[in-house]
């Protein structure tokens, strides 16, 4: 893959991230802590994790194709470095104090990571059928 599908394919993913996030701090939120109320400034929260997500997606490029073992190799490589930074900073910044909230914060990014890889297939799978009916079209235009 080129480095421009590659950028295009992690900003397609920070717009997912970013929307998956919303949904599980709210979702947590009203689990741990259903009384508090926050301001403005807790609208950057999604924004923020969603580009401290996308930072450790360097570890799927390629610029060759890869084989199936290779990208499943890569993926469980991502999701460890993803959960690892993701936990260092939620630690850093406080957000997380104890071993329970972190087991949850852990079970929602592997939740919100299942359904960014399912929308990203899907919408992979989607451009894919178009480009081989185009082909095909091509195909049969040539033939005749």
């Not at 994790?49 to 490589?77: A, M, N, W």
């Not at 939620?90 to 972190?102: D, H, I, P, R, S």
Request: aromatic share 16%; with cysteine.
């Amino acid at each position: 893959m080129s480095f421009k599908v590659f950028i295009k394919r992690c900003f397609m993913e920070y717009f997912i991230i970013t929307t998956c996030v919303t949904a599980a701090i709210a979702i947590l939120g009203l689990c741990i802590d259903p009384s508090a109320r926050f301001g403005y400034e807790s609208y950057f929260s999604p924004l923020i994790f969603g580009l401290v997500s996308i930072l450790p997606s360097g570890v799927t490029f390629s610029r060759k194709e890869l084989s199936l073992k290779q990208t499943i190799i890569r993926k469980i490589l991502h999701f460890f470095f993803l959960v690892l930074m993701l936990v260092l900073f939620v630690f850093w910044t406080g957000l997380l104090k104890g071993f329970n909230e972190a087991v949850s914060f852990v079970f929602s990014v592997f939740i919100v990571y299942v359904i960014v890889n399912i929308v990203s297939w899907h919408l992979n799978k989607k451009e894919a059928t178009e480009v081989n009916k185009l082909l095909k079209h091509f195909q049969e235009d040539t033939i005749v």
